[in-house]
């Protein structure tokens, strides 16, 4: 293969846990150009990524007009297509990339399953959010038809690291553990009640504390409401100062991340870091943060209410439904999750104590 298309046209975390893939393709064809389309404001996470070529951005909001751009861009221009995820537009992208091979992932059961898989070269079916394989190594099986030999390096890549604004970083001192409260969905949302006393408890024992976020109005409002804990440098908020990369910089001089089910808890996983999450009804097993050691194939069990692997801490709540991979108790993204609530902030601290 000379020239390579991987489609990751999905939010920010999936698009990150695209480069195991990525890489095992650069070992199987070295000279191939390999590029990248995503979605508008996704493709941060892979800059600076050796592997890739180049970044093509597509913007689904402006409609059909954008849609027909890119597939001009890219008309059959691939030996092969790598459609990372189910959607139509997804796979209409590979088919135009395309005129060799195209590889991609199907639900198991969906209407628009038969023209894909006439479409396609090699199907990989996908076992949804209840299922037991990581979106990890379900990107990877793409890769099936060419690559025969175990991956021997399924590490996610973050994107290189950079230094901090002058400011922030004359303040970050070895004690710091970064605190990620803000998450894009409120079913997903760990109440920030307990995010406050978790950070008064950190500040209490001698830790500074790092807030991170995007400058977001939601991740504002989230933020704002842990502002008065205590002074700078005890603690500081970084959000909205920092890009993928010198998040990957902040990471590599703390001691801790603690984070939710979020895209940069994904981030984190990947730089290395000692990582504490909390999963509420996410199925672990598919979303849960890949740890930064080479030779992981399963990395989770769906429920447990403490889980360790690698530089990996994974809690979960008590109840029996956990995880019901829905979102929420209502099924809605602005639901309430109950299992994500009981965890309670001294449960988590005490896990802090334990992994420092």
Not at 86 to 94: K, T
């Amino acid at each position: 293969m000379k020239k390579i298309l991987v489609i990751a046209t999905r939010q920010i975390g999936d698009v990150l846990l695209t480069t195991p893939l990525i890489r095992a393709a650069r070992r199987q064809w070295p000279e191939a150009q390999i590029d990248v389309i995503g979605l508008a404001g996704t493709l941060g996470m892979l800059k600076g990524n050796p592997d890739i070529h180049s970044l093509i951005t597509t913007h689904p909001a402006k409609g059909w007009r954008d849609t027909l751009e890119v597939l001009g861009t890219i008309w059959k221009r691939y030996d092969l297509a790598l459609v990372t995820q189910p959607s139509d537009r997804a796979h209409l992208i590979g088919w135009a990339a395309s005129r060799r091979h195209r590889s991609g992932i199907i639900p198991a059961k969906n209407s628009s399953n038969w023209w894909k898989k006439r479409i396609l070269s090699h199907v990989v079916i996908s076992d949804g959010d209840e299922g037991a394989q990581h979106v990890v190594m379900e990107k990877m099986a793409l890769l099936a038809p060419w690559h025969t030999a175990v991956a021997e390096d399924t590490r996610v890549q973050p994107p290189p690291a950079q230094t901090l604004p002058t400011q922030l970083d004359a303040l970050i001192t070895p004690q710091a553990i970064v605190v990620h409260a803000p998450s894009m969905w409120p079913y997903k949302q760990w109440p920030i009640a307990h995010f406050r006393q978790l950070v008064v408890q950190l500040i209490e024992a001698g830790y500074q504390v790092v807030l991170t976020g995007s400058a977001s109005q939601v991740d504002k409002d989230c933020i704002q409401q842990l502002h008065d804990v205590a002074p700078s440098p005890q603690l500081i908020d970084s959000s909205g100062q920092l890009n993928f990369n010198q998040l990957v910089g902040l990471f590599q001089r703390a001691r801790l991340y603690i984070g939710p089910d979020t895209s940069v808890t994904h981030l984190a996983a990947a730089s290395g870091i000692r990582v504490l999450t909390l999963f509420g009804p996410t199925n672990p097993v598919r979303w849960g943060p890949w740890p930064s050691a080479p030779d992981i194939r399963q990395a989770y069990v769906p429920h447990s209410l403490e889980q360790k692997v690698h530089n990996i801490t994974l809690l979960q709540g008590a109840m029996a439904c956990v995880p019901c991979s829905k979102a929420g108790c209502e099924n809605h993204t602005q639901s309430r999750s109950d299992c994500l609530n009981s965890i309670s902030s001294g449960r988590v601290y005490q896990m802090v104590q334990n992994l420092l």
